[in-house]
Antibody, heavy 120, light 110 residues
Framework: EVQLVESGGGLVKPGGSLRLSCAAS????????MNWVRQAPGKGLEWVSL????????YYADSVKGRFTISRDNAKNSLYLQMNSLRAEDTALYYC?????????????WGQGTLVTVSS | QSVLTQPPSVSAAPGQRVTISCSGS????????VSWYQHLPGTAPKLLIY???KRPSGIPDRFSGSKSGTSATLGITGLQTGDEADYYC???????????FGGGTKLTVL
């Protein structure tokens, strides 16, 4: 059974940093592109970042470019999101999501999310 | 303001059919495949349709997808109260090199 379990969320002050993790199981993690998607309170889904299966390429939403860094460790079946210079508008539930092979941006499995709150 | 445009809400009676539209441009829908998701806030979104009209295993054929030009449509037949949720379209934008979602459509089954 495919499972994606996010962790690392919490309360952080504006300007602070946080590192999210996503533990994957039930599939060959190293064969799949992975993503982070977020939902701010009362808002819709917003894609944040994508990393290819071998970390050869990464993409970011303009809203996080230069502040967030996506990475992965295929040996540990884990996906990460390093978030720096956090702003109030980064407050959201953050999901990790798996790409369908050959269908970039189509997410067949999602985690339950980890909540990030940026507030003083 | 989302790159993809969806109606904020739709409603229909149980057993009826409803469609949800998703409008974009050549750089996204026009040249890439569309996915549709069902989402109850606070839970994991569920993939309903990918590659414009394909259903993952386990998704009933009450859900269908289509694409024409720069627009896509999700259809749901035989509406059930359990279908009440937010629905999102998504695709890759080749000009922006990002994944884009619609703003979401809230389905109410009256």
């Amino acid at each position: 059974e495919v499972q994606l379990v996010e962790s690392g969320g919490g309360l952080v002050k504006p300007g602070g940093s946080l590192r999210l993790s996503c533990a994957a199981s039930g599939f060959t993690f190293s064969s799949y592109n992975m993503n982070w998607v977020r939902q701010a309170p009362g808002k819709g889904l917003e894609w944040v970042s994508l990393i290819s299966s071998s970390s050869s390429y990464m993409y970011y939403a303009d809203s996080v470019k230069g502040r967030f860094t996506i990475s992965r460790d295929n040996a540990k079946n884990s996906l990460y999101l390093q978030m720096n210079s956090l702003r109030a508008e980064d407050t959201a539930l953050y999901y990790c999501a798996r790409d369908i092979p050959h269908y970039v941006g189509s997410f067949d499995y999602w985690g339950q999310g980890t909540l990030v709150t940026v507030s003083s | 303001q989302s790159v993809l445009t969806q109606p904020p809400s739709v409603s229909a009676a149980p057993g009826q059919r409803v469609t949800i539209s998703c409008s974009g441009s050549m750089s996204n829908i026009g040249n890439n495949y569309v996915s549709w998701y069902q989402h109850l806030p606070g839970t994991a979104p569920k993939l309903l349709i990918y590659d414009n009209n394909k259903r993952p295993s386990g998704i009933p054929d009450r859900f269908s997808g289509s694409k024409s030009g720069t627009s896509a449509t999700l259809g749901i037949t035989g509406l059930q109260t359990g279908d009440e949720a937010d629905y999102y379209c998504g695709t890759w934008d080749s000009s922006l090199s990002v994944v884009v979602f619609g703003g979401g459509t809230k389905l109410t089954v009256l």
